[in-house]
């Protein structure tokens, strides 16, 4: 795997934010993507909610049309990890940012903030709130693209209206 000038490519990474629910699993399966075996990912969410262990739908659905199955992902908090040993933990939200420092305090552990928008808090139909979802599956891919210097594939669904 190439590796951006600015930041040693890791060899493990871990994605942080509230549920593990959203955010973190889709940019879990984005630098799998990537990175295949390469460097060791993993996410967690800070808590857990009611219906633990089901992935929301809406990110099943926007991943599938990259190719990337979420079935395997089982939604865990930070209490939940087997191994807590990375080089680089990114946090998508600032309690999850929060709960990273507190985590590798003492570590040599390089902290990532990207704040990402929650999908979860948009509105309308079903097919604006799957726009709110590529939106910040994409904007993961490009992130993840920047910092690991890998070229982005984002395929878009074909369209049977046009």
């Not at 990110?59 to 939940?80: D, I, N, W, Y």
């Not at 985590?103 to 704040?115: D, F, H, K, M, S």
């Not at 929650?118 to 992130?143: F, N």
């Amino acid at each position: 795997m190439g590796q951006n000038d600015n930041f040693p490519t890791p060899g493990a990474v871990l994605f942080a934010c509230n549920y593990n629910r959203v955010r973190s699993p889709m940019a879990e399966a984005l630098l799998r993507r990537v990175a295949g075996d390469r460097i060791f990912v993993d996410s967690c969410g800070l808590k857990q909610e009611s219906g633990e262990g089901v992935i929301d739908p809406f990110v099943e659905t926007v991943m599938a049309e990259l190719g990337c199955s979420m079935a395997r992902h089982h939604p865990k908090s930070f209490a939940q990890l087997q191994d807590d040993s990375f080089d680089l933990v990114i946090s998508l939200t600032p309690e999850a940012q929060h709960h990273a420092v507190e985590l590798t305090r003492g570590r040599a552990v390089q902290i990532e903030y990207w704040p990402i928008f929650d999908p979860t808090l948009a509105d309308g139909t079903r097919e604006s709130r799957l726009a709110a979802y590529r939106e910040v599956r994409d904007a993961l891919a490009m992130r993840i693209a920047e910092r690991f210097a890998q070229p982005v594939k984002i395929r878009r669904p074909i369209d049977p209206e046009r």
